[in-house]
Nanobody
Framework: VQLQASGGGLVQAGGSLRLSCAAS????????MGWYRQAPGKQRELVAHITRGSSTNYTDSVKGRFTISRDNAKNTVFLQMNSLKPEDTAVYYCNADVVATGTLDQASYWGQGTLVTVSS
């Protein structure tokens, strides 16, 4: 199973970006998916989380600005980021709890990370 993240870049404060993360491989089903971020010198933190049924939760600092969504048919999760602030600058990682075909074992997988830089 591989997760491929895309959509990062450089944006001015107040701008928007949309991140995407597509999973591929021996996938029977994907349960929870999420986006995490890690700023320089800081620990990785959960930004947003979405269940298979599309229940969501967000870290307080992004509530009202970021929206997580998913397309189960395409094994893809999105993060729409609006009203970006310099403190949102980080490498963003996607994560997925994947049930494998055949074994039906669940494991957690990570994307490679995509850099978001917000200039003031």
């Amino acid at each position: 199973v591989q997760l491929q993240a895309s959509g990062g870049g450089l944006v001015q404060a107040g701008g928007s970006l949309r991140l995407s993360c597509a999973a591929s491989g021996s996938i029977f089903r994907i349960n929870a998916m999420g986006w995490y971020r890690q700023a320089p010198g800081k620990q990785r933190e959960l930004v947003a989380h979405i269940t298979r049924g599309s229940s969501t939760n967000y870290t307080d600092s992004v509530k009202g600005r970021f929206t997580i969504s998913r397309d189960n048919a395409k094994n893809t999760v999105f993060l729409q980021m609006n009203s970006l602030k310099p403190e949102d600058t980080a490498v963003y990682y996607c994560n997925a709890d994947v049930v494998a075909t055949g074994t039906l074992d669940q494991a957690s997988y990570w994307g490679q990370g995509t850099l978001v830089t917000v200039s003031s």
